[in-house]
Structures are given as C-alpha cells and as structure tokens.
C-alpha cells in the first residue's frame, strides 16, 4: 500500500473498516472511498495473486469464479488465458469494487460480474476452476464459502486460494510454525481494516481438498520496514469420490 495517498482513501484507512451495518454496508462504506485507487494501492502488497495464477490449470473454455472478486483485477493478471475460457464469473458483495469490475468487464463477452454472497452463490452448472484471491481473510462465514467453493466445482476442478495467514500454535504437519509474536501481531494488524489472518484457513483447505502445491511466503509491508507479513498460495482439486 503507498503511502501517496489521497486524503480520503488514507482517512478510509486510518479509519479501518465500519463496526455497523451488514457485511456488504461495511465493505462499501471502507471501499467506496478507494474504489478507483484500489488496483494501484494492493500491486505491492498482494503478492500471492501472479504465482497463485501461474499455478492454476485452465481448461480452455471451461469456467471460472472468482469468488471476492472485487475490482476484477483477475481479468488484467490472467492477460490472453482470460480470452481462452468459455466464462469467468466474478462474484463479490461489495457495489463500488463492482462497478469497476463491470466498467473491467466491458466489451469481453465471457464475463459476467455477479453481486453476491461467496457464502452461498452457486453458478447453474458446476464449474472448473474457483479462485479466491485474498478474499478468504476478508469473509466472515470464511468455512462456508470454502465448501460452497468445493459444491460449485466438478470433480477434479482446480482452486486457486492466496491469502495472508498465521500458523496454529501446533501446525500439521509440513507446514511452517510460526512464533507467537507473528501469530498476534499480524491478526491485530490486519483486523483494523476487516482482514482476519486465520491459523485454521490452510488447514481447512487442506482437509477439504486434494492438495496439489503449497507455498508458504511473507511479503513486506509497505510503510512498516523490515516487516514481513506471512501468505500462502494453496491449489487443489475436488476429490472424485462422490459426495466429497
Ligand atoms: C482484499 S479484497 C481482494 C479482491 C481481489 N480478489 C484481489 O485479489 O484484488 C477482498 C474482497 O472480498 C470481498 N468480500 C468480502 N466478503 C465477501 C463475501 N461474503 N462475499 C463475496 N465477497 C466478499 C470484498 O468485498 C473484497 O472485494
């Protein structure tokens, strides 16, 4: 995040996300400010976002959600492997990210941008891949919109997850244990703005899905020097057995 900010979006900020209102009030409210400067602003610190997409297996023309999609930056990132699928599906709940992500979606006629809960939208036929690019940490129900991921896949369909995390005191294991500092100070950082680094995320996505890689990176803040907050890039695959 740059610290050339406009007032008003450094004001937003500064202010973290509203305690009142529905999920999707409060996410307006804390993105509306900052809707156009979104992009811009998260480049440096979303770092999980370009090797997530590299690692992900598309199908030409299958179908792909993006469930918290935001602003759409998926289309830019994904450049002309976005023309080879039949449709993506940019799911969010919050109206001013959306309204960039149609003004994205213009004149691209696999595209559609859906205002909805990631929690609970289901596309009308199961899909081949799911992402959700930061946007875990961000949503409340977070278990059920990773099942809700895993019911709108087929079988063997890909999920893309990055995410900012900690680990549990007592990770599974091959994952990393980070110290007790990190796994405070990171949750109480981020929980200002609505962002919830969750010890259970990783190991949830794990449980539920066919593990394929697992990478776990920390990336520096921009404006807290010498700091590095932890991210992971899952990709997995719905198990084939029936009913998983
Ligand atoms: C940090 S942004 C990430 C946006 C985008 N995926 C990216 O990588 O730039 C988190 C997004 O999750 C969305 N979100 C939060 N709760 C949600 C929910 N219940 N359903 C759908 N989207 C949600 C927010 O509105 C926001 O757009």
């Known amino acids: 995040m740059t610290l050339l900010l406009e007032p008003r979006v450094l004001w937003r900020l500064l202010r973290g996300i509203p305690r009142h209102g529905t999920p999707a009030q409060r996410l307006a409210k804390f993105y509306g400010p900052q809707a156009d400067r979104y992009d811009a602003t998260r480049e440096s610190l979303l770092r999980g976002r370009r090797p997530m997409l590299e690692l992900l297996d598309l199908p030409p023309g299958g179908h792909l959600v993006e469930l918290g999609a935001g602003t759409g930056a998926i289309l830019d990132r994904l450049g002309s492997r976005a023309n080879g699928l039949g449709r993506i599906s940019l799911v969010d709940v919050c ?21 909805a809960d990631a929690a609970s ?21 977070w278990f059920r919109a990773v099942d809700n991921a895993c019911a709108m896949l087929k079988p063997g369909g890909v999920i893309g997850v990055t995410d900012f995390h ?19 100070f990171w949750p109480l950082w981020f929980g200002h703005d609505g962002v919830r680094p969750n010890p259970d995320h990783l190991p949830y996505l794990l449980h539920r899905f066919d593990p394929g890689v697992v990478l776990e990176r920390k990336a520096p803040i921009p404006g807290l020097a010498g700091l590095r907050a932890p991210y992971y890039v899952f990709i997995g695959r719905r198990r084939k057995r029936p009913g998983a």
């Open 166 to 184: 900690v680990s549990r005191r007592d990770p599974p294991v091959g994952l990393e244990r980070h110290g007790f500092a990190t796994r405070m």
């Open 121 to 141: 939208w289901q596309p009308d036929e199961p899909v081949d891949a799911v992402v959700l690019s930061y946007a875990l940490t961000m949503i409340p129900d």
């Open 95 to 115: 109206a001013p990210l959306l309204a960039v992500a149609r003004r994205r979606a213009a004149g691209r006629p696999n595209v559609t941008v859906v205002e």
